[in-house]
């Protein structure tokens, strides 16, 4: 078998205060996986995944990415490797035209004229904004918005995609409209969430965070079966939702 | 997004000023505002001639005239100054009316009206026919140094989200039954400020890692696409215009 795409071994970090955030994760994740990553607020997940692309590094322990160490040598291929979605989108979209956002990524990698043209054209069409490439992105709605946050790290071609509270804020159309793009792309999956039925739809494998440890992993519909963890690390699924009623995710067809 | 959009100075329209290339009407605009501060101030009639060039640019883009006047308030501060100006000047004085004014200070006044007047109108012109990142665009295609170009991409960026950030907080003030009222409401105020100045760079921060995760090593290209072509630069026609009017006023003797 390869090397993961994503693969952390025995990885600490602690706050400039010295707060411990994550003390000693280890996780792989391979190729064509749709992985979750749950736990309660507090619990590490984004100091996790800011270790993913190389933002943070930790103090003890090994992150790699596709069998690449994270470090200073390898931290462009690194960042084109893993495409981070952050939370909110008027952070991640800062450029004067939906299209040159998306291009902003591509052309970090030093690809131009039509190369470049295609990968925008094709990441916009993939999250059905092809028709939006020179709007504002402020003079789009906020489903559009996050939609386009994810263009903007698909046009990077990565291998594994880290979303962080995809469905949050979104109206249920909104939400839907994400799910089925998601569902749709031939990619690995990382999301950080706290969007259990999302969770249950979207990814096969979870994995829960709690107190900067991996304490569970396993199929999805186990997980959240699981009511003693589920219990134990603050994660509660939402009213009159039983994870047994509906068949789980399988491991996606597409590879 | 709800809420007014930050493009207030910009009128929709697709007239051929509206298409031209943002690069050549930054460099008409500019070009023309210095051929009128470049005319003497003596030959009023050369003002009415750069207004009239102005006015075909401006009947040509079909912008309304009620929509730059609105926006010419912008000016008032101006306008008051260059009015004081006759008053408060010293040398040599003229009957005006029922008061005794300066002639220098006549003279510098109208200078400042009509030169400060045209500017702000050129502006205006330009403001409407352009969309804000295209201007953007267009002085990074003139050459402006790429730092100035993406600060003032970023503020033309973050100015909505911002200034809804502070919208927000106002609503949730007055909604806990705060009210501005007179010099007991500044430290409320202060506070209001001193927290969106607080917010506003730690969201700087978070799109700084979101470019770095992006690959981001320091370059941004603002620029791309299609450059101005050369009968594009037939838009030279205004500041020539303006420039032949410079000309004939100095040649006929108003400067000296």
Same mark, same amino acid.
């Given at each position: 078998m390869s090397a993961p795409v994503l693969e952390l071994a025995g990885v600490h970090h602690a706050y400039p205060d010295g707060h411990p955030t994550l003390r000693g994760v280890d996780l792989h994740v391979h190729r064509g996986e749709r992985v979750a990553l749950l736990g309660p607020n507090g619990a590490g997940k984004t100091t996790l995944v800011l270790h993913l692309n190389g933002? *943070?590094?930790?103090? $003890?322990?090994?992150?790699?990415?596709?069998?690449?160490?994270?470090?200073? @040598?390898?931290?462009?291929?690194? !960042?084109?490797?893993?495409?981070?979605?952050?939370?909110?989108?008027?952070?991640?979209?800062?450029?004067?035209?939906?299209?040159q956002d998306v291009a902003f990524g591509p052309r970090n990698l030093g690809l131009r004229g039509d190369e470049l043209r295609a990968r925008v054209e094709h990441a916009l069409d993939a999250v059905g904004m092809g028709e939006h490439a020179d709007r504002a992105p402020h003079h789009l709605s906020f489903?559009?918005?996050?939609?386009?946050?994810? %263009?903007?790290? *698909? $046009?990077?071609?990565?291998?594994? *995609?880290?979303?962080? @509270?995809?469905?949050?804020?979104?109206?249920?159309?909104?939400?839907?409209?994400? %799910?089925?793009?998601?569902? !749709? *792309?031939?990619?690995?999956?990382?999301m950080v969430t706290h969007d259990l039925p999302y969770v249950l739809q979207l990814c096969e494998r979870s994995v829960v965070l709690s107190e900067g440890r991996v304490v569970g992993d396993g199929p999805t519909g186990e997980v959240l079966a699981d009511e003693a963890l589920m219990a134990a690390h603050r994660l509660e699924l939402p009213y009159g939702f039983d994870p047994r009623s509906v068949p789980p995710r399988t491991r996606a067809t597409t590879q | 997004m709800s809420g007014p959009h930050g493009h207030s100075l910009h009128f929709h329209g697709h007239s051929p000023i509206h298409r031209l290339p943002p690069e050549v009407k930054i460099a008409a605009a500019l070009t023309f505002v210095a051929a009128v501060v470049a005319t003497p101030r003596e030959a009023v009639w050369a003002f009415g001639l750069h207004l009239l060039a102005l006015v075909v640019v401006i009947a040509v883009a079909q912008v309304p005239a009620g929509f730059l006047a609105r926006r010419m308030v912008i000016e008032v501060p101006f306008v008051v100054l260059a009015v004081t100006m006759p008053f408060i000047s010293t040398g040599p004085t003229r009957p005006l009316g029922p008061f005794e004014v300066s002639v220098a200070g006549l003279w510098a006044g109208w200078a400042l009206f009509a030169k400060g007047s045209l500017g702000a109108l050129t502006a205006l012109a330009l403001a409407a026919t352009t969309e804000a990142p295209d201007v953007v665009r267009g002085l990074a295609r003139l050459r402006l140094p790429a730092q100035i170009v993406l600060i003032m991409s970023f503020m033309i960026r973050y100015l909505d989200v911002v200034s809804t950030e502070l919208r927000r907080m106002r609503i949730?003030?007055?909604?806990?039954?705060?009210a501005v009222r007179g010099i007991r409401a500044?430290?409320?105020? $202060?506070?209001?400020?001193?927290?969106?100045?607080?917010?506003?760079?730690?969201?700087?921060?978070?799109?700084?890692? %979101?470019?770095?995760? !992006?690959?981001?090593?320091g370059r941004v290209d603002l620029g791309e696409g299609g450059s101005a072509g050369g009968r594009d630069w037939l838009a030279a026609a205004l500041p020539l215009t303006g420039a032949a009017i410079a000309a004939t006023a100095w040649l006929s003797g108003a400067g000296r």
């Open positions: 933002i *943070l590094r930790p103090e $003890a322990g090994q992150v790699s990415v596709a069998g690449l160490p994270v470090d200073e @040598e390898h931290l462009l291929e690194v !960042r084109r490797r893993v495409g981070v979605v952050f939370q909110d989108p008027d952070d991640q979209l800062f450029m004067p035209t939906v299209g489903g559009q918005r996050r939609r386009v946050a994810v %263009a903007t790290v *698909l $046009a990077m071609q990565p291998d594994v *995609l880290v979303l962080d @509270e995809p469905s949050s804020n979104l109206d249920p159309a909104s939400r839907r409209e994400l %799910a089925d793009i998601l569902d !749709r *792309l031939d990619v690995t999956v990382l | 949730a003030r007055e909604s806990r039954g705060h500044w430290p409320v105020l $202060a506070s209001t400020a001193g927290a969106l100045f607080v917010r506003s760079y730690e969201r700087g921060e978070r799109v700084h890692l %979101a470019m770095l995760s !992006r690959g981001f090593q």
